[in-house]
């Protein structure tokens, strides 16, 4: 167990329809990943926060954002959902710069 | 190009063999190498985690980079069924947020 917590495990929704997932980092990690996997892509970068801000932007679509709270677990939201968002959806902490990421078991999103 | 490129397999091997796991990087700058394990339905797990070139061994695991050809290892030793996982290499620049993974390899290890 990696210690960081995703909710849910699954969701299944329609098109054009949002979505919230939250993830609990691990204890004492500041700093929270999300990652998106999907069979052709492999695991692509989205978004950072640390403590609570914005830190490094990936290939996150406009459709999409997140915040991490002051308790410092995060909530990735997508909206206007399209079928080809369907994807694994990965919340990654780290406590430090340069440290390795610990992954939860992410949130298996399938949009229909 | 991307960034990490890695042979997606699938790989299969025979029970006790020395499995070698490969991967490339065209991005100099990166200093830090991971390697991940992710079984079905489940998150990557951390395995190696290195800096710069050089051998890092953990148990039956050992991870290679030789930042001069810009070239990742991972072997397993003795591979074992519960070995049969993807397994994932990563790069990272120093001081940057953004873990850049590989495709992954898809490894099966036959008893």
């Known amino acids: 167990d990696s210690g960081v917590t995703q909710t849910p495990k699954h969701l299944i929704t329609a098109t054009g329809q949002r979505v919230t997932l939250r993830c609990s980092p691990r204890?004492?990690?500041?700093?929270v990943y999300w990652y998106q996997q999907s069979l052709d892509q492999g695991l692509q970068f989205l978004i950072q926060?640390?403590?609570?801000?914005?830190?490094a932007k990936g290939n996150i679509l406009e459709r999409f954002s997140a915040q991490q709270f002051p308790d410092l677990h995060s909530e990735l939201n997508l909206s206007s959902l399209e079928l080809g968002d369907s994807a694994l959806y990965f919340c990654?902490?780290?406590?430090?710069?340069?440290?390795?990421?610990?992954f939860g078991n992410g949130t298996r999103l399938t949009v229909t | 190009q991307k960034e990490v490129e890695q042979d997606p397999g699938p790989l299969s091997v025979p029970e006790g063999a020395i499995v070698s796991l490969n991967c490339t990087y065209s991005?100099?700058?990166?200093?830090?190498f991971m390697w991940y394990r992710q079984y079905s339905r489940k998150g990557p797990e951390l395995l190696m985690y290195?800096?710069?070139?050089g051998n890092k061994e953990d148990g039956r695991f050992t991870a290679q980079v030789d930042k001069s050809s810009k070239y990742i290892s991972l072997f397993i030793r003795d591979s074992q069924p519960s070995d049969s996982a993807t397994y994932l290499c990563?790069?990272?620049?120093?001081?940057?947020?953004?873990?850049?993974f590989g495709q992954g390899t898809r490894l099966t290890i036959n008893p």
């Open positions: 926060y640390y403590n609570g801000e914005e830190r």
């Open positions: 204890s004492g990690d500041l700093s």
């Open positions: 290195t800096y710069s070139s």
């Open positions: 990654a902490s780290s406590p430090r710069d340069n440290s390795p990421l610990h």
């Open positions: 990563a790069g990272l620049i120093q001081g940057a947020q953004k873990l850049v």
């Open positions: 991005n100099s700058a990166f200093q830090y």
